[in-house]
Each structure stands twice: as C-alpha cells, then as structure tokens.
C-alpha cells in the first residue's frame, strides 16, 4: 500500500498505465493527434480521452483497438480494454 494514500496496487497499476500511454503519444502526435489517460476503472478497464486529429477520425476506433489497446496489453496483461471518452 502507498503511504500517502492506502490505495495500494491500483494506484501502481494507473501508473504503469500512464507510463505506456506516454510511449503511444508520439505515434499519435506524428498525426497530428494525442491521447489522454483519463482513468483506470475497478475492472482494469482504461479511459482515454482522444484529442486533436484523432477526435472524431473516421479510423480513431481502429487505432484505440488495434494500436493503443495492443500495446498497453502487450506491456500489462491485466488491462481488460480501453474505451474512448468524451
């Protein structure tokens, strides 16, 4: 469990999550998009917020799955899904 908090392995998880999310931005950036973490539900599901070229990419689902979704499993297992949030 953390000191500051008592939140123990979910906040550790949340971070190992956002530490892999800042390996994905500059795929996106190069496109002129970005990501954002908004949050790790109880379930291990992740939201993200997607941001300039990707918000509203007639392609966005299929990066979220195939690129942002594969990568943050291939690196934490344990990541259920991520969905997209507004």
Known sequence: M???????SEHDFEN??????ETIRP????DGGDIQL???DDDKTVRVRLQGA????PGAQMTL??????????KIPEVKTVIAVE
């Open 54 to 57: 990707c918000k509203g990419c």
């Open 65 to 74: 799955k195939m690129g942002v979704q594969r990568i943050l499993q291939e």
């Open 27 to 30: 795929m996106l950036q190069n």
């Open 38 to 40: 908004v949050g790790v």
């Open 2 to 8: 953390c000191d500051a908090c008592g939140c123990g």
């Open 16 to 21: 190992k999550v956002a530490e892999v999310i």
